[in-house]
């Protein structure tokens, strides 16, 4: 191009160059790589491609803009404003055309890869880069002289317009070619999945005005989260979540691993029954959302290994003992079909490659979401379920491993554990002088110290304590000198509280009472949660040990759990690693964000296969200072590590209820905290 | 290498190189580039790698072999001798070592392309080149220390030792995967499928030590033939056919695309039907050739284009009117599976292309079979059915069109017609001088006039006439000067033979009259296959038209029917154009021979691919001179188009039994002849 071409720059890119005068706008975008959508064809019907051109002064820019830098509006154009509308200032990109030196600004909703912001300030925006986009093509009429079939001609039609050479064809899609191509009066619309075969996926007869949208399921042990997302927009039209049906073979993974081993056909009939409730929440999803079956052309899933295997259709027999064989961890690129889920005839599926025997496709979401591989500081992420997957890392690498932590968290194995229910107490505080505990209860607003509570909680009563509130309880009678850093409950002597009372050979602390009901906190629970907590800790500290640190720079709690820990009495028990208490933070459901990620990024897709073969994998059974830091983290916070950053915000009172008589081995670990 | 290394030369190819003291018999091969097979991975149990090596003086080659040019004999060659047995002189390609100039001969069941010599002189044999092949390899043991997955493993295994790069793995093989590599112990067997993408389509445990099999499949209008193959001879191990269960929708293809379009669900309810049928043929050769259906992995499959549709799942509506839009015409390359067909989890199918909306698939296998795109000289092939496929090519180009021919050639639609069976008249002769006939019927061996031909025949009487024996009688009729070039059948006094009686307003010929039993050719009879007989001709002229020709150096008559015509009473019907009657041959099932160049041979699938696109298609339907040479044609031979070599050998009366009253037009044509 030559000086005397008129100069076109486009915001918000800045990008600009010279074009021949007469260039259209769609055409001068793609010369410098604007991103600019379009779907027709340029046949100025889908108003994908609409900008706002400015005139006048653009100082900025260097460039004065004259009011006829662009075409005067075409025939098209006033059929596209009278049919449709279209917003004042505001033209085609495919009908105007370029005549002198112009800024034109290409709005947000023009772009292909318009960015999703976050609301958390740590992690990256999505860019929105799906799968499958539209095209509007028309298509050549049959020729007896020059026989050709209608798929071919249409594949050449698209091929044309898209630039796709090794543009396929789903077979699925077959039958009813030749029906849409007739009533669409040879126009159609296709959608095309490109993940790295490009394939179309769905026809629809004209111009189809509908929105494309995808699936992403969280596959849970307990349950199933599932996530209707609008393509282009990124929007999540509706969410639905229901009980993984798997459990009446078993609460848990290893129960539904010795069901397929002791059942003939137990993995079969488990496969059976999550694929049916999957398509259950996608029927729900579709009709909440209000879409059309047909528009759901792409679905992303995560999940841990077992559940992988199972939903597979594979025995996860070997899931079951060391050395922990995963039969396929790739990620899984097919049909919806492949996976026994009747969406659309030409329906994708990606499932998230699984990181290694124990660490799952979820904790490679979570990957997705977190980005610990491009963290500047070392962060440690956690995902706390009944198997904790912990990652820590930076951009110089990551490892990751798997804990069993049991189902304590989740207030199982509690004596008045119970789900996160209305009615359970979740936050807990006990005043560190009279040792009186005070308690919210889900469901209600109010502490239970304060008026009204009485009233407000006659609703649901007070049922039990959830995964939180047995935290919060344990942490804060550690804090109140209710219990003694090897975990021992103190007697009411011991303790100055006559709500410590003896139970067994060991004693309770009664968190309410009310005449002959009582929600206490048992030696038993302590135990439980030391267990757990630990077993969360030893594994974090091997990564930390294989990384050769001491400590990280912030952690971040994944999971629906994670987000209601208190990062405060998570340290105090000292299931995470000493930090600035500032530094830990919730990432909410980062396992479903990660398979949304998956979902409207396709490069997102290759980051994660790539980084799941980088990860470093360590296989906590099988490493012995597992052992060791596990015994050290059975202390509150630990016999071992000294967390001085915590010690500096909160009081942890050195007592020691160990009379010598019970065994219970804290004089052992006092003395080696030296 | 040097010249002081060793030369080894192997035949029958004659490639020859010299080669590092030391190195395997095998990897000289390959390194030669010489067709040595290979399955086990150079472990010594597979054998496939056997090669003869020759001792003393080679004066071709100008090389003298010392007896011990090869290592001796190691352990793994004695274990496998004593085990299995090896031939006498036989060594293990991948044990034994080049120690000195040597000549080894490469035995045909050690070549992978091994050729399989076709009877017929004018073809091409066939070169072995299957899509599946094995591999046997050990697979790295699951170390929790570096988790990776089954699959992954076996996939490296095997990219390692085949060099497939990108192989991927059968998602059907995974449910059993992990139980087959335990059951090996690590060992396992693969087979690897490779059109294109090499994929995993079975495994079993250990050393596989059976045979691999394909099925070819000619799916007809009337009858499916089915042929097993073992992929490394090429050896048909069974065969067979069923009627095709959709002749109770119709009998002829437009019928069946009428029930299609009348009735709902019809369409897919003949799918079902038809690969029901298909899926009983492959029961039946399974149990008849006796093999493991594990080991049955690919299927080829051609037929004409509405049951191309059929069989696929599409509606052939549009096949049933101009312009005859196919739904989808390419070759298609799928899972059989993808077609409704159950044969084992990972078997392959691959069905021919489609040439045009008339020409199908079967055509293509036709073209496969015969080669014209080869051939030296102007070859017509033909392919006689109700529709007739007709190619007219050589190596400079190919042209093809389909022409309605109708039932009569099969015996439809003439009086005394029917199926070639036992009791058909099948052949027949008539004395020019006396009028009188003699015939053969099928299943007796005697000709009707020769002593115990009455006591042969009583056994299934004489029923009828079928499609050749109609060919024959006709033309016989014609050369004895009973019916004339028009085709009308003269009276008794005008042909002098009382064989000749009046049958309504025409006159009938009495072939044979037992009692009041009588099979007579009518005049009816007559016009049938004259009708037949000029779509024939008028399509494969109006090729010759295009071609620039007036006549064809051979003629090659393809389907089971094609295989009874005699060529020289086609001929005097005025069927196929002038020729030397030695250059009219037979090709017998070409179309199915082409289903199994197909299955045997990948790179053939290439070619034909590449022939579909490059054939010029005629429609005979839009050429207005197809009906001008359809006119010309209904006569006895042409109208238009003198046969000077038929009339070189045979003499054709030129009599006339137009009597200026019947209107049968022959008198307006006789004077187009001039």
Redesign the interface.
């Known amino acids: 191009m030559s000086e005397q071409d008129p100069l076109v720059i486009f915001t918000p890119s800045g990008k600009r160059g010279r074009v021949a005068p007469g260039t259209k706008v769609l055409d001068a975008a793609r010369a410098l790589g604007v991103d600019l959508d379009s779907v027709c064809g340029m046949r100025g019907i889908c108003s994908k491609c609409q900008v706002a051109p400015g005139v006048g002064e653009f100082s900025k820019h260097g460039v004065t803009v004259s009011p006829d830098a662009l075409s005067p509006i075409n025939a098209v154009e006033e059929r596209y404003d009278r049919v449709r509308g279209l917003k004042p200032g505001r033209r085609l990109g495919c009908q105007a055309q370029v005549l002198s030196d112009v800024v034109i600004d290409v709005p947000p909703e023009s772009q292909v890869h318009k960015q999703v912001v976050r609301k958390r300030a740590e992690v990256r925006d999505i860019v929105l880069s799906p799968t499958v986009s539209l095209s509007y093509v028309e298509v050549a009429?049959?020729?007896?002289?020059?026989?050709?079939?209608?798929?071919?001609r249409l594949l050449d039609a698209l091929k044309a317009q898209t630039g796709h050479d090794d543009l396929d064809?789903d077979?699925a899609l077959?039958?009813s070619?030749?029906?849409t191509l007739r009533a669409g009066k040879w126009l159609v619309t296709a959608a095309i999945h490109d993940d790295g075969a490009p394939v179309v996926v769905a026809l629809w007869p004209g111009f189809y005005e509908g929105k494309l949208h995808g699936l992403a399921v969280d596959l849970g042990s307990t349950t199933i989260a599932g996530h209707l997302v609008q393509l282009d927009t990124g929007e999540v039209l509706a969410s639905s979540g229901l009980m993984n049906p798997q459990i009446r073979f078993g609460e848990d993974l290893m129960s539904r691993v010795s069901y397929a081993m002791l059942n003939e056909g137990g993995a079969t009939e488990m496969t059976a029954v999550v694929r049916e409730g999957i398509g259950r929440l996608v029927d729900e999803l579709i009709e909440e959302a209000g879409i059309e079956r047909g528009s759901l052309l792409d679905a992303t899933f995560v999940m841990n290994p077992v559940m992988h295997h199972l939903f597979?259709?594979?025995?996860p027999?070997?899931l079951g003992q060391?050395?922990?064989?995963?039969?396929?961890?790739?990620a899984?690129s097919?049909k919806a079909n492949?996976l026994g889920l009747d969406i659309a005839p030409g329906t994708r599926a990606y499932v998230l490659p699984?990181?290694?025997?124990h660490v799952g496709a979820d904790a490679a979401a979570v990957a997705l979401s977190e980005a610990p591989h491009r963290s500047d500081d070392l962060a440690l992420v956690v995902d706390v379920g009944t198997n904790a997957e912990i990652m820590l890392g930076d951009k110089t690498g990551v490892l990751a491993c798997s804990s069993p932590t049991g189902p304590a968290f989740e207030g199982a194995q509690i004596s008045a554990g119970q789900r996160a229910a209305p009615g359970a107490i979740e936050r807990v505080q006990i005043d560190p002088t009279t040792k009186e505990p005070r308690f919210r209860v889900i469901g209600v607003d109010l502490w239970s110290d304060e008026t009204g509570f009485e009233t407000a909680v006659a609703a649901t009563g007070i049922t039990g304590i959830c995964g939180s509130g047995i935290i919060e309880a344990v942490a804060e009678m550690r804090m109140a000198g209710i219990v003694d850093p090897t975990g021992l409950i103190g007697s009411a002597d011991q303790t100055g509280t006559p709500r410590c009372i003896l139970d067994g050979r060991t004693h309770s602390y009664v968190l309410w009472e009310n005449g002959d009901r009582q929600i206490t906190v048992t030696n038993g629970d302590i135990r439980a949660i030391q267990m757990a907590k630990a077993a969360l800790y030893a594994g974090a500290r091997l990564l930390m040990d294989k990384r050769g640190v001491d400590s990280v720079n912030r952690v971040v709690l994944a999971g629906a759990f994670g987000a209601h820990i208190s990062p405060k009495h998570a340290m105090v028990l000292g299931m995470i690693p000493d930090c600035p208490l500032e530094k830990v933070t919730s990432a909410g459901n980062a396992a479903g964000t990660g398979a949304r990620i998956a979902l409207l990024n396709r490069e997102a897709r290759r980051e994660i296969e790539g980084l799941v073969r980088k990860i470093e994998?360590i296989?906590t059974?099988?490493e012995p200072r597992f052992q060791e830091h596990f015994v050290a983290a059975t202390a509150m916070p630990n016999a071992a590590d000294p967390f001085p950053l915590l010690r500096g915000v909160v009081t942890l009172p050195e007592v020691d209820f160990n009379t010598g008589g019970d065994g219970a081995g804290g004089g052992r670990r006092r003395r080696r905290r030296g």
């Open positions: 009429e049959p020729d007896m002289h020059h026989p050709s079939s209608d798929a071919e064809f077979r077959l039958p070619l030749q029906k597979l259709g594979l025995d027999y070997e060391a050395p922990f064989a995963l039969a396929v961890g790739s899984q097919c492949d699984l990181i290694a025997g994998k296989e059974a099988v």
